[in-house]
């Protein structure tokens, strides 16, 4: 009796973890396109996705007090440096949107130096509607857009080794 009560136990934990961290990126998007995102950097510039249309574009949904986006960070930093003056089909190099999740600004400008995190578009969305209008429910959640500005990888697909694998599949 005691060994079914765990079981059951463990059982309800496991559908409570995955029915909070399944990625939920079901898109709603017209054409196909991405949905524009419109954010203030660190500087307090107003920064757009729209900005870096031409080139493959990483959106990264992260935040400073997330372990497993800081555990990415370092792999994201990898590929920005080794793809983004790649030639791609359907794109003029390789650039990263991150998309900040904080609600602390010190703790978010913080997280980008200390993760050494090189590339220019930074924006905090301590409101939630960037990550709304991309569906996203959980962090770290990342979507690949070319360089017409079209969702072509999402979720998955971009964590660890399997983003350099699917960057390759758009080099020229």
Request: hydrophobic residues 40%; aromatic residues 12%; charged residues 25%.
């Amino acid at each position: 009796m005691k060994f079914s009560g765990f079981l059951f136990i463990g059982l309800l934990a496991a559908l409570f973890y995955f029915s909070f961290t399944i990625e939920n990126n079901d898109v709603s998007t017209k054409n196909g396109n991405a949905p524009e995102i419109e954010l203030f950097s660190p500087k307090g510039k107003l920064i757009k996705l729209s900005d870096l249309k031409g080139k493959l574009v990483l959106i990264d949904f992260w935040a400073s007090w997330c372990g497993p986006c800081r555990n990415e960070s370092p792999n994201v930093v990898e590929a920005y440096s080794k793809y983004r003056n790649a030639k791609f089909t359907n794109a003029k190099g390789f650039d990263v949107f991150s998309v900040s999740l904080d609600r602390d600004v010190e703790a978010w400008k913080n997280a980008i130096k200390i993760d050494n995190l090189s590339w220019s578009s930074h924006g905090i969305d301590s409101e939630g509607k960037a990550a709304e209008s991309y569906g996203v429910n959980s962090i770290p959640t990342a979507f690949l857009i070319d360089g017409n500005g079209n969702i072509i990888a999402k979720g998955e697909q971009l964590r660890g080794l399997n983003l350099h694998i699917t960057l390759d599949k758009y080099l020229k």
